[in-house]
């Protein structure tokens, strides 16, 4: 428990550190259950540093799975012009996709559909040259691959998810905008660490990094995420490894 709490006290410093600035796109933590068989399920909650995570997963078959997660932050903030405004963001997803493993590795492809909305204080263009708090309603679809180890008591995976980012309108001041602008494409790669503490309780830290493509993004983005949090997996009952 010592390392467990070490770890939750390096994120808030990392919290503090990726969000000094005011994104109002914040990626969520990757769902990532490469489940071994049909009837395994996993219910996870995650401190991040955008907020709050929650996550669930069921696999219905041998290689069908299919995954549900929520976001939420809410951080207080004041503009340099001694503005307060709530920096807000929330966001819900489900998706589906296959999974199979072989003795020593497990692999998945996960894609789905997710709505949420974000509250910043940013310039945007269409706003005019000043900067604005602004809140945006968006939506998004994902593609998601994981290749991770098989291991008994601790498990690595990567995951190099692909997302298109969907604002369809901000309003500020009262005033509705609805943006000429096409999703924006990202590359979100993370990597995850996953180990048990006690039967089927494991302890999870998730790192991640998010990339235009291109580059120029006319919206503010976290580019990077961390995530430690806590599992409740039914396949870590499973006495054997495949």
């Known amino acids: 428990m010592t390392n467990l709490r070490s770890l939750f006290g390096t994120l808030s410093l990392a919290a503090l550190v990726f969000n000094s600035c005011s994104p109002i796109y914040i990626p969520n933590t990757r769902n990532t259950p490469l489940f071994r068989e049909q009837g395994e399920a996993q219910i996870s909650g995650y401190l991040t540093s955008g907020g709050l995570d929650a996550q669930a997963a069921y696999a219905l078959t041998d290689h069908v799975a299919v995954v549900g997660s929520y ?3 809410n951080v207080k ?6 503005i307060d405004y709530n920096r807000k963001n929330s966001y819900g997803e489900l998706g589906v996709g296959y999974f199979d493993r072989s003795r020593s590795a497990r692999w998945e492809v996960l894609a789905g559909y997710g709505a949420g909305q974000g509250t910043s204080y940013d310039q945007y263009y269409f706003f ?3 900067t604005v708090v602004a809140s ?3 939506s998004r679809i994902f593609v998601q691959p994981s290749l991770g180890t098989n291991n008994r008591d601790f498990n690595f995976i990567f995951t190099p998810r692909l997302t298109w980012v969907n604002f369809s309108e901000f309003t500020s001041g009262g005033t509705t905008v609805k943006p000429n602008e096409k999703a924006q494409f990202f590359l979100e790669p ?4 996953k180990w048990r ?3 089927n309780i494991h302890a999870i830290v998730q790192l991640g990094l998010t990339v235009g493509i291109p580059s120029e993004v006319f919206f503010d983005f976290q580019p990077m995420q961390a995530a430690a949090g806590i599992q409740i997996d039914t396949g870590g009952l499973k006495t054997r490894v495949y």
């Open 128 to 130: 005019g040259t000043k």
């Open 71 to 73: 976001s939420y932050g």
């Open 190 to 193: 993370a990597i995850t660490g």
């Open 77 to 82: 903030r004041t503009t340099q012009d001694g």
């Open 197 to 199: 503490i006690t039967g």
């Open 136 to 138: 945006g309603k968006m």
